[in-house]
């Protein structure tokens, strides 16, 4: 199956599809071809980031979810999704859609008041001394044997 007609608003355009199908690793698995496009399943990844739901909500038009799942976690280790990410922006940086300017404001920077060693009134107690006479000294002999 070339195309796919897209059939949610957030699924990948033939367009879209065109540019990342080539920087996808070809398939090593011989035997019976899966009963789902890998734009099916991608667009299924998709939809579960997106929206946030649990694996096993992925619509079925998508394939099921536990093809969809294995998919995404089999890229995930091998670093397939670093290499794609890696070679989209390559694409864009070449095409001058990227512009890599970086402002930081440390305006927004907050740290908790403790962080600059303010007073800790009445969060932390002091503790009783290990040797006070309300404590009993415990020794190895007399927890619970083991083994």
Known sequence: MDTLAVTRRFDLTDVQWAVLEPLLPTPKRPGRPSLW????????IRWRIRVGAPWRDVPPQYGSWSAVYALFRRWQRDGTWKQVLTALQAVADA??????DVSVDSTITRAHQHAAGARKRGICRSNRLAGSASSRQTTRSDGPAVG
């Open 95 to 100: 095409a001058g859609r990227i512009t890599w």
């Open 37 to 44: 496009s890998r734009r099916q399943l991608i667009d299924g």
